[in-house]
T-cell receptor, first 110, second 115 residues
Framework: GQQVMQIPQYQHVQEGEDFTTYCNSS?????IQWYKQRPGGHPVFLIQ?????EVKKQKRLTFQFGEAKKNSSLHITATQTTDVGTYFC??????????FGTGTRLKVLA | ETGVTQTPRHLVMGMTNKKSLKCEQH?????MYWYKQSAKKPLELMFV???????ENNSVPSRFSPECPNSSHLFLHLHTLQPEDSALYLC??????????????FGPGTRLTVT
């Protein structure tokens, strides 16, 4: 079945450094969503990408969908302590359901 | 912040108990979901309901029994659970589950511990 992997599993950065998490699907995706889960919280929707090669920005966050629509990335510029949390991608493949990735846990050191 | 509420927030139950988790969404959505989140695995989709009809049962053991009486309410009935069922159970809703392209809104979750 469809699998969605994320790397790295954990990332510790100094405040002000950049951070990138990568999402890879075993199958071609129709679209992909990104969620953030703060420690002790629940996943919160960030963005959705639909088109091949699509790039979207939200302030310091840049999301990219690969040309083959099998991978995606989230890049955070100049991390802040408020960026702490686990970032999940969720890909929608041949079926209607979204498969969540394994997540990348980000820790920002002040 | 969230339009999805879950009760109880914490639950400790023995393996022979029967309990139910409740989820309510105030967003006017038509689809509702149950997820299991444990330390060792990513978010695992358990059940999906669309317009009160179950559209997905992701090979979940029968000791978990969902119920969706209307588009705003979702229950997860639990009985004869195992310690490995201890996890955070998250409810979510979205505008629709079949056409796709809609974000999911998650509730705060129920932290379940099976003793």
């Amino acid at each position: 079945g469809q699998q969605v992997m994320q790397i790295p599993q954990y990332q510790h950065v100094q405040e002000g450094e950049d951070f990138t998490t990568y999402c890879n699907s075993s199958t071609t995706l129709s679209n992909i969503q990104w969620y953030k889960q703060r420690p002790g919280g629940h996943p919160v929707f960030l963005i959705q990408l639909v088109k091949s090669g699509e790039v979207k920005k939200q302030k310091r966050l840049t999301f990219q969908f690969g040309e083959a629509k099998k991978n995606s990335s989230l890049h955070i510029t100049a991390t802040q302590t408020t960026d702490v949390g686990t970032y999940f991608c969720a890909g929608r493949g041949g079926t209607y359901k979204y498969i969540f990735g394994t997540g990348t846990r980000l820790k920002v050191l002040a | 912040e969230t339009g999805v509420t879950q009760t109880p927030r914490h639950l400790v139950m023995g393996m022979t108990n029967k309990k139910s988790l409740k989820c309510e969404q105030h967003l006017g959505h038509n689809a509702m979901y149950w997820y299991k989140q444990s330390a060792k695995k990513p978010l695992e989709l358990m059940f999906v309901y669309n317009f009160k009809e179950q559209t997905e049962n992701n090979s979940v053991p029968s000791r978990f029994s969902p119920e969706c009486p209307n588009s705003s309410h979702l229950f997860l009935h639990l009985h004869t659970l195992q310690p490995e069922d201890s996890a955070l159970y998250l409810c979510a809703s979205s505008q629709d589950s079949l056409t796709g392209g809609y974000e999911q809104y998650f509730g705060p979750g129920t932290r379940l511990t099976v003793t």
